[in-house]
T-cell receptor, first 110, second 113 residues
Framework: QKEVEQDPGPLSVPEGAIVSLNCTYSNSAFQYFMWYRQYSRKGPELLMYTYSSGNKEDGRFTAQVDKSSKYISLFIRDSQPSDSATYLCAMSGGADGLTFGKGTHLIIQP | DAMVIQNPRYQVTQFGKPVTLSCSQTLNHNVMYWYQQKSSQAPKLLFHYYDKDFNNEADTPDNFQSRRPNTSFCFLDIRSPGLGDAAMYLC????????????FGPGTRLTVL
């Protein structure tokens, strides 16, 4: 079993829809959880950073962490065509680098 | 703007011909990382430096080496590139080793002919 599982998609939704992206993980030592957005042929850009369980909101983006289920989510409200990208989850137990998911390819249809 | 810069953005090399990729940062971060990302795959950590303290991931092939001559610069050397080394190479930085917020450069896409 891989440490971080993420559905690669593609996930295609109409503009304005609420998008839900998810990752599951197996390592109970992970405490820091991140979501990165990566446009084609570009480097990942940090979107959300959370510590331990709970929710964090930033504009149209909400990150949720459920450590008891080893499950994290990113919600995008009022999705826009410019949100079309690959979304990578990443996590860490501390000073040991990040473990990434494979990324979910998201397409927002105008 | 403070940032992570990678050069070149695209690199083409021949099978077995050594290649060096470079990364520089103006964030004054202590830690620098090199990741390899193949198509539709997760970024895979190759190395990281805390200041000049080098850390090699256990499964990083010997074909890959890295240098960090000063705080701002880091280089990735591929001694004898094979076809399987074609990938995007990403440089990232973080303030401290315990700081999990990593900031990435735009990447160098390596093609091996």
């Amino acid at each position: 079993q891989k440490e971080v599982e993420q559905d690669p998609g593609p996930l295609s939704v109409p503009e304005g829809a609420i998008v839900s992206l998810n990752c599951t993980y197996s390592n109970s030592a992970f405490q820091y959880f991140m979501w990165y957005r990566q446009y084609s042929r570009k480097g990942p850009e940090l979107l959300m950073y959370t510590y331990s369980s709970g929710n964090k909101e930033d504009g149209r983006f909400t990150a949720q962490v459920d450590k008891s289920s080893k499950y994290i989510s990113l919600f995008i409200r009022d999705s826009q065509p410019s949100d079309s990208a690959t979304y990578l989850c990443a996590m860490s137990g501390g000073a040991d680098g990040l473990t990434f998911g494979k990324g979910t390819h998201l397409i927002i249809q105008p | 703007d403070a940032m992570v810069i990678q050069n070149p953005r695209y690199q083409v090399t021949q099978f077995g011909k050594p290649v060096t990729l470079s990364c520089s940062q103006t964030l004054n971060h202590n830690v620098m990382y090199w990741y390899q990302q193949k198509s539709s795959q997760a970024p895979k950590l190759l190395f990281h430096y805390y200041d000049k303290d080098f850390n090699n991931e256990a499964d990083t092939p010997d074909n890959f080496q890295s240098r960090r001559p000063n705080t701002s610069f880091c280089f990735l050397d591929i001694r004898s590139p094979g076809l399987g080394d074609a990938a995007m190479y990403l440089c990232a930085t973080s303030r401290e080793a315990e700081d999990n917020e990593q900031f990435f450069g735009p990447g160098t896409r390596l093609t091996v002919l």
